[in-house]
């Protein structure tokens, strides 16, 4: 298997590791107010995500930044639960103009403490080697497809259950979001820190 193929395995299954979930999670809970015609805005937020994330794992993982692994993973329910608790009050209709931007930079930066908590892994797995740009691509590339898949088979859940059987847009979000805000709740109380 050649080097980029290995790298990029290590990112679609750090993604879609059912163990893992919680990235599962946070991706579900951004898709949790948007639609299947809000596609486009959706991968972008999504991808918002992955730049913050793929920051933070290269910064960590060259030695630039360290943080407590410990308070990371208890930040990283924390990022879940704040992204549900917020869909909550949202309108049912998706974002447009300034507020959408926002919700980017919020995904980028949740994206910059979840880069953290895979980092010391992904240290180990590199070794010394001094040139981890080509690794990190490939593993980074990996993640955004599987969370391409994450959303892909969300909403088409969303389809089924808004536009088929009738479910209304507002119940639906109320559903998975306070599900998603239950679950984060779960794993900060498994990782808290002090």
Request: charged residues 15%.
């Amino acid at each position: 298997m050649s080097e980029f193929l290995l790298y990029f395995d290590l990112g679609f299954d750090h993604i879609l590791d059912l163990n893992g979930y919680d990235h599962m999670l946070f991706v579900v809970a951004l898709c949790a107010t948007y639609v299947m015609s809000d596609w486009k805005k959706l991968l972008v937020l999504v991808t918002a995500f992955t730049i913050g994330h793929s920051l933070t794992l290269a910064l960590s993982t060259l030695r630039l930044v360290n943080f407590d692994s410990s308070v990371i993973e208890f930040l990283i329910p924390l990022t879940i639960f704040l992204t549900a608790f917020t869909n909550l009050f949202r309108k049912d209709r998706p974002m447009y103009g300034r507020k959408i931007q926002l919700s980017y930079v919020i995904a980028l930066v949740f994206g910059l403490i979840h880069g953290l908590g895979f980092s010391n892994y992904l240290r180990a797995l590199l070794g010394k080697d001094a040139d981890i740009i080509f690794q990190l691509f490939a593993f980074n590339v990996g993640l955004e497809i599987g969370q391409i898949i994450i959303v892909f088979i969300f909403m088409i859940i969303s389809f089924v259950v808004i536009d088929i059987f009738g479910v209304t847009r507002r119940d639906w979000k109320m559903v998975i979001s306070s599900a998603i805000a239950g679950m984060a709740v779960m794993l900060m109380l498994e990782t808290k820190f002090w």
